[in-house]
């Protein structure tokens, strides 16, 4: 089935620090959403990037789609504790359904 | 924002037994509704594609006469899983995507399943 790989597994940093998680598939995506998941709840939807080289700002997260569209990066800038979760990529190749990528948990030291 | 419900929210069953799993979305009509299994600390795998009127699709390695799939009604979405061993312990989550722009995917709260 399709694939889209994600990195880092895991991320540790203190409070203030920057963060980015980085996906990636090897075939061209039709687009890609992005998802948070909180520790015992259920992944909520964050955005979507559709056109290649796409940049969409939400507050301190910054969220990128590859000129090629088979990668995508989710940057957070100063991060809260409020931010603790796990962000997950979902790609989407084609008809209307999303593989998700393994997810990144951050992790934020107060 | 939408609303997507899932009952039950736990369940614990004997092995050899069958578990109904439903999803509803409350204030939206879904055609499609997508099932995931998520093991713990682990990414979501798709297992079906969910469509109302129609068969289920089942993604490669999904055993459909395990996971028995009903999309009923413009607004449910049901799951048996048939026969249950531990093995199929796991988190039942679905969710349905609300047409429009960002085709976004509003995820139900998600079941555990436990088979003893």
């Known amino acids: 089935g399709q694939q889209v790989?994600?990195?880092?597994?895991?991320?540790?940093?203190?409070?203030?620090?920057?963060?980015?998680?980085?996906?990636?598939?090897?075939?061209?995506?039709?687009?890609?959403?992005?998802?948070?998941?909180r520790p015992g709840g259920h992944p909520v939807f964050l955005i979507q990037l559709v056109k290649s080289g796409e940049v969409k700002k939400q507050k301190r997260l910054t969220f990128q789609f590859g000129e090629a569209k088979k990668n995508s990066s989710?940057?957070?800038?100063?991060?809260?504790?409020?931010?603790?979760?796990t962000y997950f990529c979902a790609g989407r190749y084609?008809?209307?359904?999303?593989?998700?990528?393994?997810?990144?948990?951050?992790?934020?030291?107060? | 924002g939408a609303v997507v419900s899932q009952h039950p929210s736990w369940v614990i069953c004997k092995s050899g037994t069958s578990v109904k799993i439903e999803c509803r979305s409350l204030d939206f009509q879904a055609t499609t509704m997508f099932?995931?299994?998520?093991?713990p600390k682990q990414s979501l795998m798709l297992m079906a594609t969910s469509n109302e009127g129609s068969k289920a699709t089942y993604e490669q390695?999904?055993?459909?006469?395990?996971?028995?799939?009903?999309?009923?009604?413009?607004?449910?979405s049901t799951l048996t899983v048939t026969s249950a061993h531990p093995e199929d312990s796991s988190f039942y989550i679905c969710s349905a995507p609300r047409s429009g722009i960002a085709y976004e995917q509003y995820f139900g709260p998600g079941t555990r399943l436990t088979v003893t």
């Open chain 2, 35 to 39: 099932w995931y299994r998520q093991f």
């Open chain 2, 61 to 76: 390695g999904v055993e459909k006469d395990k996971f028995l799939i009903n999309h009923a009604s413009l607004t449910l």
């Open chain 1, 94 to 110: 084609n008809f209307n359904k999303f593989y998700f990528g393994s997810g990144t948990k951050l992790n934020v030291k107060p």
């Open chain 1, 74 to 85: 989710l940057h957070i800038t100063a991060t809260q504790t409020t931010d603790v979760g």
């Open chain 1, 5 to 37: 790989m994600q990195i880092p597994q895991y991320q540790h940093v203190q409070e203030g620090e920057d963060f980015t998680t980085y996906c990636n598939s090897s075939t061209t995506l039709s687009n890609i959403q992005w998802y948070k998941q």
